[in-house]
């Protein structure tokens, strides 16, 4: 099992609608999570920290189930300007995963269409 | 600026050839990351520096590839007998640790072998 994983997509999404995805992760240590946004042919940008909790941000919210070892982000009222590569990023407890841990996944491609 | 400066921003090189690729990263963060992204891929960890502690180079793909982080700030990548597998973007990040998982990245320098 990879350490972290994500639907590629594309997800193809009419304005408006609400769009959610999923992240796996095999390290159950694993301690903090963060979705990065990445424009195309942009870097990567800190979208939001995953709490445990669950924590929300105008029309987007990011929930961690430890449990089954996943972390979702749901986006309300979808506007095209969300269209982008959404990075699903981890951090184990062991450094194996690259600097200070952080893991980051493949990322997943949303379309959102007018 | 304040943002991380990378460049070039486009390097088009024969096989065979050294590359240096330079990165500037916003004024007092310690830490100083290099990631390669190949078209359509996921972010790949290639060396880390914090502060004046040794570096993890444990991502370095091959010994071709080096890094150095002069003074605690700017950082050289070094990639020596380029082959066409090293093309990609390269992404240099900075943080200054205050905000877990929080990376400010570049814009990256594209790299093509032919």
């Known amino acids: 099992r990879k350490e972290v994983e994500q639907d590629p997509g594309p997800f193809n999404v009419p304005e408006g609608a609400t769009v959610a995805f999923n992240c796996t992760y095999s390290?159950?240590?694993?301690?903090?999570f963060f979705w990065y946004r990445q424009d195309c042919r942009k870097e990567p940008k800190l979208l939001m920290s995953?709490?445990?909790s669950g924590n929300e941000d105008g029309r987007f919210t990011a929930q961690l189930n430890r449990a089954s070892q996943y972390i979702s982000l749901l986006i309300r009222d979808s506007k095209l300007s969300d269209s982008a590569t959404y990075l699903c990023v981890v951090n184990p407890r062991y450094s194996g995963g690259g600097a200070d841990g952080l893991t980051f996944g493949k990322g997943t491609h949303l379309i959102i269409q007018p | 600026g304040a943002g991380v400066s990378q460049s070039p921003s486009n390097k088009v090189t024969e096989k065979g050839k050294d590359v240096e690729l330079r990165c500037d990263p916003i004024s007092g963060h310690t830490a100083l990351y290099w990631y390669r992204q190949s078209l359509g891929q996921g972010l790949e960890f290639l060396i880390y520096?914090?502060?004046?502690?040794?570096?993890?180079k444990s991502g370095l793909p091959s010994d071709r590839f080096s890094a150095e982080r002069t003074g605690g700030s700017v950082s050289t990548l070094t990639i020596q007998r380029t082959q066409q597998e090293d093309s990609a973007v390269y992404l240099c990040?900075?943080?200054?640790?205050?905000?877990?998982?929080?990376?400010?990245f570049g814009e990256g320098s594209r790299l093509t072998v032919l």
């Open positions: 390290n159950s240590a694993s301690q903090s």
């Open positions: 995953v709490y445990s």
């Open positions: 990040a900075s943080s200054s640790g205050r905000r877990a998982g929080e990376l400010f």
């Open positions: 520096f914090q502060g004046n502690s040794a570096p993890d």
